[in-house]
């Protein structure tokens, strides 16, 4: 059965070429523009992974990564933060700063998204490369 994979962003071009990268990948992919759709959606479906950007309008991707990671129900999902925030390391610094207990599995630049994209997504699995 292929591994069904949440991406949050709310950049909608980014969403489409994520999700086809990783269909070309076979894996089952939806979609949520911000975490109230990603919440809507965990209540559908559970993913084997959670995509997730990082600076969203509403909530931020650290505070739902948290909330996520403190749910009994959802607490086993591996999550990988996607964001152009890692491409920065004065911005990315504040964000740790502000989140010292980081609980996602992996960070990627968004700009290394697009190359290392399935990478990430088969480490965050626990599959290696």
Known sequence: MAERILIVDDDKDYLLAAKLT??????????????????????????????LDVMMPGQDGFTFCDELKESPEYA???????TA????????MHAFEKDLG???EDVLPKTAAQKDL???VRRGLGKGQ
């Open 22 to 51: 990783l269909e070309a990948e076979s894996y089952v992919v939806a979609t949520a523009t911000d975490t109230n759709e990603a919440s809507a959606e965990l209540k559908t479906s559970r993913p084997d992974l959670i995509l």
């Open 76 to 82: 086993g999902i591996p999550i990988v933060l996607v």
């Open 85 to 92: 925030v890692a491409e920065n390391p004065g911005m990315m």
């Open 102 to 104: 980081l609980s996602a």
């Open 118 to 120: 399935a990478g990430a």
